[in-house]
Each structure stands twice: as structure tokens, then as C-alpha cells.
């Protein structure tokens, strides 16, 4: 069955970088489309990546455009958010979700995605 595991969430103060990982199994890795995603207490889930991995088409969040950066590794199975010039807002549980039928369209609507992993805190404070 199709799994997926993120890791790499911590604590960190504002302006720094964190890399975050979404390990995925249980499928043939590199031809579907995967994306980030993040939920605050209290607030909605909410898309901030996507990429389908057959090309690299990437698309993102306008509140994280030019901070944060998905990237791929078909070698691993693996997914990345790269997180950088970080905000007290970002602070959120992320996760990581695989559509495999997504027919080269990238997403970052939640109810276009059939897996999800279980989560990994990012918490950015001083």
C-alpha cells in the first residue's frame, strides 16, 4: 500500500531554512504528482507546493513563492521542501500527499489528493 513519511520539522528562528522530506512507497515513484502542505491550529489546511515528478513542474503558494522550494529525488522516492527565510506564520504541521492519477496537472487543493503522510512540525519562533 502506498505510504508516505515526512520528516525534518524543528524549531527554528525566524529567517532560518529547514529541509523537510516525504519518503514514498508502496507505488512506481516519478510519474505522479505530489504536494506540501500545512495546517496551523485552529485554521484550514492549505497548499503551499506541488510538483509533477515525470517533468518537474512545480507550482507554489503565493505566501511562499521565492522561499520555499519542492524538489524531487527518484533515486530515493523522495520528496522535498526546501524552507528558507522562515516567518513565525509558517509555523504549522506540514504534510506531504500523492495524487497518482493527476494526469500531469499539479494541485494544491487538498481534495485532489488520495494519500497523505502523517505530518512533521515546523515551529518558527525565537
Known amino acids: 500500500q502506498v505510504q508516505l513519511v515526512e520528516s525534518g520539522g524543528g524549531l527554528v528562528q525566524p529567517g532560518g531554512s529547514l529541509r523537510l522530506s516525504c519518503a514514498a512507497s508502496?507505488?512506481?515513484?516519478?510519474?505522479?504528482?505530489m504536494g506540501w502542505f500545512r495546517q496551523a491550529p485552529g485554521k484550514e489546511r492549505e497548499g503551499v507546493a506541488g510538483i509533477w515528478l515525470r517533468i518537474g513542474t512545480k507550482e507554489y503558494a503565493a505566501s511562499v513563492k521565492g522561499r520555499f522550494a519542492i524538489s524531487q529525488d527518484n533515486g530515493r522516492n523522495t520528496v522535498y521542501l526546501q524552507l528558507k527565510s522562515l516567518k513565525p506564520e509558517d509555523t504549522a504541521m506540514y504534510y506531504c500527499?500523492?495524487?497518482?492519477?493527476?494526469?500531469?496537472?499539479?494541485?494544491?487543493?487538498?481534495?485532489?489528493?488520495?494519500?497523505w503522510g502523517q505530518g512533521t512540525q515546523v515551529t518558527v519562533s525565537s
Open positions: 500527499a500523492a495524487n497518482l492519477d493527476c494526469r500531469g496537472r499539479t494541485s494544491l487543493r487538498t481534495n485532489d489528493y488520495d494519500y
Open positions: 508502496g507505488y512506481t515513484f516519478g510519474y505522479n504528482c
